[in-house]
């Protein structure tokens, strides 16, 4: 069965920092491109970033470069997505997607396979 599941989403003040991490069953894993996701309430869901496990070339949106950094441990089949630096503005649940086309991209409409969610809270 292919599966996703995310965890480590949180409470958490303003500059605090989580570790979300996005554990994957069923998969080829080094075949993968995994992408973090997330969704506020009212807003369209908006890629973070990515990372495509064959060879570890990872992409970030702008409004996380510097802050966040993307993981993958091929032995755990897990990626990972420490958060640092938080902001009230980086509250939203958080999703990992999965695709096997090799392509990084943070575009959604071709992710195949989702997890359910984490919501991550940061308070000001």
């Known amino acids: 069965e292919v599966q996703l599941v995310e965890s480590g989403g949180g409470l958490v003040q303003a500059g605090g920092s989580l570790r979300l991490s996005c554990a994957a069953s069923g998969f080829s894993f080094d075949e993968l491109t995994v992408g973090w996701f997330r969704q506020a309430p009212g807003k369209e869901r908006e890629g973070v970033s990515c990372?495509?496990?064959?060879?570890?070339?990872?992409t970030y949106a702008d409004f996380v470069k510097g802050r966040f950094t993307i993981s993958s441990d091929n032995a755990k089949t897990t990626v990972y997505l420490q958060m640092n630096s938080l902001r009230p503005e980086d509250t939203a649940v958080y999703y990992c997607?999965?695709?096997?086309?090799?392509?990084?991209?943070?575009?959604?409409?071709?992710?195949?396979?989702w997890g359910q969610g984490t919501q991550v809270t940061v308070s000001s």
């Open positions: 990372i495509r496990n064959s060879d570890g070339h990872t």
């Open positions: 997607a999965s695709r096997e086309d090799g392509v990084v991209s943070m575009s959604k409409i071709w992710y195949e396979y």
